[in-house]
């Protein structure tokens, strides 16, 4: 088998809260509350009940008054094909990014865990929008999920980075990380207070973002190309690891997504000793 690239490493910037996990920050520093909140006509979607499968979930735009934002320049896309979608879209067409990245995911996880409730809510912030999220605040460049509402928030330009810098794979393992801590959460894996629980908790979810790509493997939509789609995301992303990380290192990230996806869901409750089983 050849090396895989440091797909890992797609998700290794983030922020964590006491109700709050992501890719990237999120805007204004988040509440203790963890509850999220949506200004305007925003409306929370009903949470599925148990035993409904998760197949295809729309990302849902919060209403908001009409404005004006400048308009992306439209380009030629080039011909489509279900083993490639990168470079098929352009800026305005971002949601459907979301879209695809989103059903996807939610078709592995229904698979996976076929009487899992799937997230409340996936939140689409266009660009220019900001609306109040999980007691913080989701801008166009948040990627993240909150704890209080289990909803998670895709902001168009954190996802177009994603996407237009590193191919059609990075924004849905992107979405996979994040659906991982739907995951963790619904399997009674507690939430971490501390930074080195943290790094464990993220390595999991990395995990669990490997068994997605494993499941998606199998049914021949995530591809070898995919993975090394996803490897040119690390000079963007790349973060400076401390003494006081709350996510593991790219080495750690690197081997925690590559073991879920040899050895699938089950292995990834080693990450978290002592904790509930998550596969």
Known sequence: MSKLPRIASVIAAGLLTSGLTGLM???????????????????????????TPAAIVPAVVPAAPRQRTPAAKPR????CTNRDLSGCYAFHQTKDVADYSIRYTARAVATMYPRLARPTAFWYIPAGRAYRWCGTTMTDVSFGYCFGDRSIALGQRQLWEF??????????????????????????????????????FE????????????QLRRENIFTDQDLRDVDELIPLIASAEGRDRDHGTLDE?????????????RSCTRYVPGGPRVG
């Open 253 to 265: 990230r690197v081997q925690a997504i590559y073991h879920g996806i040899r050895y699938g869901a």
């Open 76 to 79: 030629n896309p080039k011909p």
């Open 163 to 200: 996407y237009d810098r590193a191919g059609d794979a990075a924004p849905l393992v992107g979405v996979a990380h994040e659906y991982a801590h739907h995951i963790q959460l619904l399997k009674g894996v507690r939430p971490p207070r501390t930074a080195a629980q943290s790094v464990r």
């Open 25 to 51: 920050a999120v805007g204004a520093q988040a509440t203790q509350t963890g509850q999220a909140t949506q200004t305007g006509q925003a409306t929370q979607a009903r949470e599925a009940t148990p035993g």
């Open 203 to 214: 390595n999991q979810a990395d995990c669990l973002a490997g068994a997605i790509v494993r």
